[in-house]
């Protein structure tokens, strides 16, 4: 199973970015997608995450400026930011629990891509 991340760049406060990733491979079904994200010199922290069933989470920080997506029947997921501010430049990182044909269920992570946030 493969994750491939797209979206990021270069965005001036108060703009909008939309962060896809799609999966590919092996896949029976996904329980959950995500992304995460990581600010040097922090830990990754949760930005959103959607389950199988739709319902949502979000990091406190959010506040309302983002939302996460799937399209299961093209095994993606989108995040669509607005409002960003200087602080959400980080690396973000696209995550599934995949189910895969075989029979295992695993996490997997896209490769990352850089948010960034200035004028």
């Known amino acids: 199973v493969q994750l491939q991340a797209s979206g990021g760049g270069l965005v001036q406060p108060g703009g909008s970015l939309r962060l896809s990733c799609a999966a590919s491979g092996m896949i029976s079904s996904i329980d959950v997608m995500g992304w995460y994200r990581q600010i040097p010199g922090k830990q990754r922290e949760l930005v959103a995450r959607?389950?199988?069933?739709?319902?949502?989470y979000y990091g406190d920080f959010v506040k309302g400026r983002f939302t996460i997506s799937r399209d299961d029947a093209k095994n993606t997921v989108s995040l669509q930011m607005n409002d960003l501010k200087s602080e959400d430049t980080a690396v973000y990182y696209c995550n599934m629990v995949v189910r895969t044909t075989w029979g295992s269920t695993n996490s997997y992570w896209g490769q990352g891509t850089q948010v960034t946030v200035s004028s």
């Open positions: 959607i389950q199988s069933g739709g319902r949502t």
